[in-house]
């Protein structure tokens, strides 16, 4: 059974650093694709960051691209999302999220995904 466990979120002022982590088991993890989601209070979840874990090819939204890096650790089935000049308006829940099965176009669609971890807070103060 695929699972995902997150951990890292937090409080941080405006302009400072987060880095999250999403460890993946039950799957291959050098095939399919990871990708970061978050949600704030009142607001549809958005696709912020995505990775191929094989290739290591990597898709950003425009509202976090240069801020935010993506990476993966294959010998630890652990994707990071590295966060940088954090705003208030990062602030949300943010889920990891997989699909095991292989390559899927529109990787920043939730739709994309068939397994998700259990959310963790950033909260970024002014």
């Known amino acids: 059974q695929v699972q995902l466990v997150e951990s890292g979120g937090g409080s941080v002022q405006a302009g400072g650093s987060l880095k999250l982590s999403c460890t993946a088991s039950g799957y291959t993890f050098s095939r399919g694709l990871v990708g970061w989601f978050r949600q704030a209070p009142g607001k549809a979840r958005e696709g912020v960051a995505a990775v191929y874990t094989g290739s290591g090819s990597t898709y950003y939204a425009d509202s976090v691209k240069a801020r935010y890096t993506i990476s993966r650790d294959s010998a630890k089935n652990t994707v990071y999302l590295q966060m940088k000049s954090l705003q208030p308006d990062d602030t949300a829940m943010y889920y990891c999220?997989?699909?095991?099965?292989?390559?899927?176009?529109?990787?920043?669609?939730?739709?994309?995904?068939?397994?998700w971890g259990q959310g963790n807070q950033v909260t970024v103060s002014s």
């Open positions: 999220a997989a699909n095991p099965y292989g390559a899927a176009a529109a990787p920043l669609t939730e739709a994309r995904y068939n397994f």
